[in-house]
């Protein structure tokens, strides 16, 4: 990116931006699978609240365990359960996706929401991996599939902004994110696993 083009970007737009296919992709994808694992939770949740022997079927041991992981106050965190949130957020960007690859392009005003959302969806998911791995000492196969979908999703919006001018930030900053973007995601997912391996590794291997 020429200095010119990312000083530009670096300034706040006014002008409706789009969004690139693969990042309309990416919010549709996440959306629709961060709508079925919320849809896959409640329907748990209810069944083990109706019937207190039901087992999920993503309670597979004492590690994966979608029931040590629900029953806790962190699966309930403003006091019902976190996945009743998760359908329709999700379900919202499912919606913008499919509106971008259609063509649509979005106010600024709009993009900073989006960009709220996913911040705000990329805090509690750290959240949780930590209270996962150190509090409840147990992983939620459908949570995970949540984690895997908002660590590039937050990712990728924020590069957008700030490639965009959405977001304000000086040049350099702009150049350095936008310059590496695949190494977001890389760092994220490789942190994760390894977490999740020096916490686990002996009982899930």
């Known amino acids: 990116m020429?200095?010119?083009?990312?000083?530009?970007?670096?300034?706040?737009?006014?002008?409706?931006?789009p969004a690139s296919r693969a990042l309309s992709t990416l919010m549709v994808v996440a959306g629709a699978l961060g709508t079925l694992a919320s849809a896959m939770l409640t329907y748990d949740r209810i069944e083990t609240l109706a019937n207190p022997a039901?087992?999920?079927?993503?309670?597979?041991?004492?590690?994966?365990?979608?029931?040590?992981?629900?029953?806790?106050?962190?699966?309930n965190l403003l006091?019902?359960?976190?996945?009743?949130?998760?359908?329709?957020?999700?379900?919202?960007?499912?919606?913008?996706?499919?509106?971008l690859l259609a063509g649509a392009a979005l106010p600024r005003w709009m993009w900073l929401g989006v960009q709220a959302g996913v911040t705000a969806a990329f805090g509690f998911v750290v959240w949780l991996i930590?209270?996962?791995?150190?509090?409840i000492g147990a992983l939620c196969p459908w949570c995970m599939l949540v984690w895997a979908v908002v660590l590039p999703l937050f990712w990728y919006v924020t590069t957008h902004c700030l490639r965009t001018g959405v977001l304000p930030?000086?040049?350099?900053?702009?150049?350095?994110v936008t310059?590496?973007?695949?190494?977001g995601p890389v760092v994220l997912y490789g942190t994760v696993l390894v977490l999740v391996l020096t916490r686990?590794?002996?009982r899930l291997l």
């Open 79 to 99: 006091g019902f359960p976190n996945m009743l949130l998760g359908i329709p957020a999700f379900a919202v960007l499912l919606g913008i996706g499919l509106a």
């Open 179 to 183: 310059g590496h973007s695949w190494a």
């Open 54 to 75: 039901f087992v999920p079927a993503c309670s597979v041991n004492s590690v994966l365990s979608c029931t040590d992981v629900m029953d806790t106050w962190q699966g």
């Open 130 to 135: 930590s209270q996962c791995l150190y509090v």
């Open 169 to 176: 930030a000086p040049a350099g900053l702009v150049r350095a």
């Open 2 to 17: 020429s200095r010119t083009t990312a000083t530009v970007a670096a300034s706040p737009t006014t002008a409706p931006v």
């Open 200 to 202: 686990f590794g002996d």
